[in-house]
């Protein structure tokens, strides 16, 4: 008898566990949500966003897109009538998610480690101008954080984590990432799980790269390396080259580009090597 009411006991305290484990995993939707009934049958986009900081935030679908999730009836659920949003362009991607993202009393709910104005930021970073610009391949939001399967940034896993944000980077700036990679820098901000270029390009405020980034008041390099270091004065040797490139005009153009690029090596005669002209190829044809 005794040993009966300990297998019940049990149990019931196993079927207990398991339902306080659904009602945790399944916490993104009070309600029905016509949107995952569709899409878990589907398996396309809801499977990636489970593991979604906006689902553990218990904004579903239309928290986004709009609609009526207590819809049943696909055609009412994703109508004008219910506030359906059609696929977002590319240019307008940074407004769409700056409505939650720059309101501070939404924010505010989800007490957000990061402050709220990114949107201001972007705007006015070189990313923001050129894709303001008509630039379509120009960086935006889902670029670097994803879409459907956005992270915290505090997330290991998330492509715009301390951990990975360079490899992200490295998506649109291959040949800067590969000047970067086995420099001092690269194997510091990994040990010290620093978040990459964002050390000293930020993130959302990302500027257009001058000269002034490396000697005065407003280089990057001051927060680690004091006035007259080793490190400080390479930094100014390196500016004092680009500033002489760039007077030379025109004809420095693509001279200047390489350079940029070397100056991520951290090394004057890496800069100056890729500063020399490129010779042309044979023409086979010629003899």
Request: glycine residues 8%.
């Amino acid at each position: 008898m005794t040993g009966s009411i300990a297998n019940s006991e049990a149990g019931m305290g196993r079927t207990i566990l398991v339902g306080l484990l659904l009602l945790l995993g399944c916490k993104a939707w009070a309600g029905a949500d016509s949107c995952f009934d569709c899409h878990r049958v589907m398996e396309g986009m809801s499977l990636k966003f489970t593991n979604d900081i906006h689902f553990s935030n218990a904004i579903s679908c239309a928290g986004c897109h709009g609609g009526d999730p207590r819809e049943s009836d696909q055609n009412i659920a994703m109508s004008a009538s219910r506030g359906f949003k059609l696929r977002v362009q590319r240019r307008d991607i940074p407004e769409f998610c700056g409505n939650c993202h720059s309101d501070t009393n939404f924010m505010g709910k989800y007490q957000p480690q990061l402050r709220v104005d990114q949107l201001s930021q972007y705007t006015n970073s070189v990313h923001g101008q050129r894709l303001a610009a008509g630039r379509k391949r120009a960086a935006e939001c889902v670029d670097c954080h994803g879409v459907h399967n956005t992270r915290a940034v505090s997330d290991p896993l998330s492509t715009a984590s301390s951990q990975r944000i360079s490899q992200t980077c490295a998506k649109c700036h291959a040949a800067t990432a590969e000047a970067f990679a086995d420099t001092r820098h690269a194997k510091a901000f990994k040990t010290e799980r620093k978040p990459g270029c964002t050390v000293c390009h930020a993130s959302h405020a990302t500027k257009s790269a001058t000269v002034a980034m490396l000697a005065g008041s407003t280089s990057v390099c001051t927060p680690c390396h004091r006035p007259g270091s080793k490190p400080a004065k390479l930094a100014e040797e390196m500016a004092q080259f680009l500033t002489g490139l760039e007077a030379a005009g025109s004809g420095s153009k693509e001279a200047l580009a390489r350079a940029r690029v070397a100056v991520h090596s951290m090394s004057l005669d890496a800069l100056k090597q890729a500063a020399e002209p490129v010779s042309a190829s044979p023409d086979p044809d010629e003899k």
